[in-house]
């Protein structure tokens, strides 16, 4: 009896002791495999750090080289190519000279060329006025308040007050700036035509599939209060524009 509780107590604590090996074993292995985790997190990050930043500026750019001839991983032809590069020059020749990228585009370029030149060299003549005016207006106004009031210019003889020199070129200074803007703008007007012309005929197809017509018409005059505004008025009828876009 003695030598059965004997044993049993003996098979507990060995069973005991093996359980308690395992639990420490599997701890040791869940402390080596977090350790694994993050030598390999530190050397992922490591790696990430090693990249400088001119190998950074060179991977960005042969992405976007990339770009340039896979779309969507669809390696693109020759003739897509070129169409591209045609549509991005014409932009750009006109950003450095106005009315390059409308010759580039080809088309109406010879009627688009002079409006263009055309507008530059009025936005000129009318800035060179307006600043001939501000000059005028300073020059007088500073000479009056060097000499107490002193009239020089014949012209402004009749500006008695400073005030009105002072508003004079205010309004003078108002209208150059003015112009200087609206000139840019029609620079920058230029750029946005000769983009929009390029992706039109090399980007899309515009074939005679569509038509447009442009023509002189006659429209009922609803309101009759302006009748009498017109020479056709008495007819109840006024001039106008009609445009039919027909699609085959």
Same mark, same amino acid.
């Not at 090996?21 to 050397?43: C, F, M, N, P, R």
């Given at each position: 009896?003695?030598?059965?509780?004997?044993?049993?107590?003996?098979?507990?604590?060995?069973?005991?002791?093996?359980?308690?090996?395992?639990?420490?074993?599997?701890?040791?292995?869940?402390?080596?495999?977090?350790?694994?985790?993050?030598?390999?997190?530190?050397?992922?990050?490591?790696?990430?750090?090693?990249?400088?930043?001119?190998?950074?500026?060179?991977?960005?750019?042969?992405?976007?080289?990339? $770009?340039?001839?896979?779309?969507?991983?669809?390696?693109?032809?020759?003739?897509?190519? $070129?169409?591209?590069?045609?549509?991005?020059?014409?932009?750009?020749?006109?950003?450095?000279?106005?009315?390059?990228?409308?010759? &580039?585009?080809?088309?109406?370029?010879?009627?688009?060329?002079?409006?263009?030149?055309?507008?530059?060299? &009025?936005?000129?003549?009318?800035?060179?006025?307006?600043?001939?005016?501000?000059?005028?207006?300073?020059?007088?106004?500073?000479?009056?308040?060097?000499?107490?009031?002193?009239?020089?210019?014949?012209?402004?003889?009749?500006?008695?007050?400073?005030?009105?020199?002072?508003?004079?070129?205010?309004?003078?200074?108002?209208?150059?700036?003015?112009?200087?803007?609206?000139?840019?703008?029609?620079?920058?007007?230029?750029?946005?035509?000769?983009?929009?012309?390029?992706?039109?005929?090399?980007?899309?197809?515009?074939?005679?599939?569509?038509?447009?017509?442009?023509?002189?018409?006659?429209?009922?005059?609803?309101?009759? &209060?302006?009748?009498?505004?017109?020479?056709?008025?008495?007819?109840?009828?006024?001039?106008?524009?009609?445009?039919?876009?027909?699609?085959?």
């Amino acid at each position: 009896m003695l030598s059965l509780r004997a044993q049993e107590q003996h098979t507990i604590t060995k069973t005991t002791d093996t359980t308690a090996i395992d639990t420490v074993k599997k701890k040791v292995a869940l402390q080596d495999t977090l350790a694994l985790s993050v030598d390999s997190l530190e050397a992922v990050q490591d790696t990430v750090k090693k990249e400088t930043r001119k190998e950074r500026r060179a991977r960005e750019k042969a992405e976007k080289e990339r $770009e340039k001839y896979y779309y969507k991983d669809i390696k693109k032809d020759s003739a897509r190519l $070129e169409i591209e590069q045609i549509s991005r020059t014409a932009w750009k020749r006109s950003l450095i000279l106005p009315g390059w990228g409308q010759y &580039t585009n080809k088309g109406l370029w010879w009627v688009k060329v002079p409006i263009i030149y055309g507008g530059l060299v &009025t936005g000129y003549v009318v800035f060179d006025y307006w600043q001939w005016y501000y000059k005028k207006f300073l020059d007088e106004l500073d000479y009056r308040i060097a000499n107490n009031g002193d009239r020089r210019d014949p012209d402004l003889i009749n500006y008695v007050n400073m005030e009105g020199l002072v508003q004079q070129k205010d309004y003078g200074r108002r209208n150059r700036d003015l112009t200087i803007l609206i000139t840019a703008g029609f620079w920058g007007l230029n750029v946005v035509e000769a983009y929009v012309d390029s992706m039109l005929k090399y980007r899309w197809n515009i074939g005679s599939d569509m038509t447009m017509r442009v023509r002189p018409t006659l429209m009922p005059n609803v309101k009759t &209060t302006l009748a009498g505004s017109h020479a056709l008025g008495g007819f109840g009828v006024a001039p106008g524009i009609k445009l039919t876009m027909n699609l085959n």
